[in-house]
């Protein structure tokens, strides 16, 4: 079977091109496709340079999240290629080499539907986790302790890492889906705008999700968002795709729901009290 690989670029040219320098040589990728999604400045066009017969740049005609990147550049990739891995990374990661990418496609088998690396990143390790239900989301919402909450309630423990492993969720920076498989779930929830695509899509497929903890990627995290998006207007748009997310795919009840709404409100007010006193 072949494989795509798909970029979501958003004003972001320069860490874009550093992206497409590191794999445009890879053999084992049939196809590249970026989508600019609708970005203001002329990304667009001056990635439109690396375009040939590997790489196709194309524009997406409004910008409506990410998912929304990932489904056009995917529909892109199945119509070129028919039924294919796709690959789907952020422009700020960094692949190390062109056997670490083989060694994730052949991670796959029949009862597989989307493979994941270890996602290092300057805090850490990031190799999946556990979908948090809408009380575990609510008592991490508090600010100052979910940095100490989050790895005993939502991660697997380090020695569990070992091989091909499954788990519940992957992160949305890199990772490969099998086509057949976003198909059948109607590809990613275009709902949601930033944040949560990894767990809606967790509820949604059906078949195994695995990370190969014999594979390691680096993701510079957060450049691309950090550029665009003010830390105030981030964590909305993460609260916002979490109330959609226990609302809609973990059915969540009215009271659940607004204990998610008082713990991120006043969250909210706390993060608009530091940044007062941080000026």
Not at 57 to 84: E, Q, T
Not at 177 to 188: C, G, H, M, P, R
Request: positive net charge.
């Amino acid at each position: 079977m072949k494989t795509g690989f798909v970029i979501v670029n958003y004003n972001d040219y320069e860490t874009t091109s550093k992206l497409l320098e590191n794999i445009k040589n890879y053999k084992c990728i049939d196809l590249i496709t970026v989508v600019d999604n609708n970005s203001s400045d002329n990304s667009f066009n001056l990635l439109k340079k690396y375009e040939n017969n590997k790489i196709n740049i194309i524009k997406n005609s409004s910008n409506k999240g990410y998912g929304s990147g990932i489904n056009y550049g995917s529909k892109h990739l199945i119509n070129r290629l028919g039924d294919c891995y796709i690959i789907v990374s952020n422009p700020d990661i960094v692949i190390y080499k062109e056997e670490d990418l083989i060694k994730l496609i052949n991670s796959f088998d029949d009862k597989t539907a989307m493979v994941g690396p270890i996602i290092k990143e300057h805090t850490g390790l990031n190799r999946g986790w556990k979908v948090p239900t809408p009380l575990q989301d609510a008592i991490l919402n508090i600010i100052f302790i979910h940095r100490f909450l989050r790895p005993k309630m939502l991660f697997y423990k380090k020695n569990y890492y070992k091989g091909i492993v499954p788990v519940e969720a992957i992160t949305g920076c890199f990772f490969i889906i099998n086509s057949a498989d976003l198909k059948e779930v109607n590809y990613f929830d275009e709902n949601v705008f930033l944040y949560y695509e990894e767990n809606i899509m967790a509820k949604k497929i059906y078949r195994k999700i695995v990370v190969n903890s014999d594979v390691t990627v680096f993701h510079n995290h957060s450049v691309t968002i950090d550029k665009n998006i003010s830390k105030i207007r981030k964590y909305k748009e993460l609260k916002k795709s979490q109330m959609y997310f226990h609302k809609k795919y973990s059915k969540a009840n009215k009271l659940e729901l607004a204990i998610l709404y008082i713990t991120n409100k006043t969250t909210l007010l706390l993060l608009y009290i530091k940044s007062i006193f941080k000026k």
